[in-house]
């Protein structure tokens, strides 16, 4: 079973949700991503204690995720717990995409690989090609669904941006992705993928 989000159950009162994934506040530009525009509202990057002065980063659901990454792609079941764990679906699938398409990508040029797949047409619940139909809910509107596309193209947009941090920290003499990142374009997750 792979790591529940610790967003779902925590989240504010009134987060709005699109086709069953919570709207979570993000910190856009986190690795000098640019800002998407959709409905994900900006999270500060740092937040002082008014008490006691001190401050402290922020980490959004993106964090959590790319965290988490690892240790879900070997999952071979996922509990939804709730709305934030269909983002995590979605996006842990995006990262495997993600490293796929690095492979023999060099660091120099990662970033624009990364953003041009951000930004590609892709599909969405219910559409075909969409890996995890079933576990969405269903009877949403053609503006809901482009209103979760939006959504999920803002984070997109910003996991881009902020993955080749983690893949090029220490990467080959060539310059690619180190390979404690890059063996998991070999994986699936949950025997899904968003690529044919």
Known sequence: M??????????APGTP??????????????????????????????????????????????DEIIYNFKANVFMKTFELKGPADRVTLYVTLYLLQCLKRLQGVKKENAKATLLALAVEKFSGPGEAGFPFTALYPSGFT?????????????????VSARLPM???????TEGLGNVHWMVFSKYTFLEAALEK
């Open 142 to 158: 053609p503006a809901e669904l482009q209103l979760w596309k939006d959504y999920m193209k803002q984070l997109r947009l910003e």
């Open 17 to 62: 949700c699109i086709i069953g994934c919570g709207v979570y506040a993000i910190i856009f530009g986190k690795s000098s991503g640019a800002l998407g525009i959709g409905p994900a509202p900006p999270m500060d990057r740092r937040t002082t204690n008014a008490e006691t002065g001190e401050t402290v980063d922020n980490q959004d659901i993106l």
């Open 2 to 11: 792979g790591y529940p989000s610790i967003w779902s159950g925590n989240e």
């Open 166 to 172: 983690y893949v090029y920290a220490h990467p080959t």
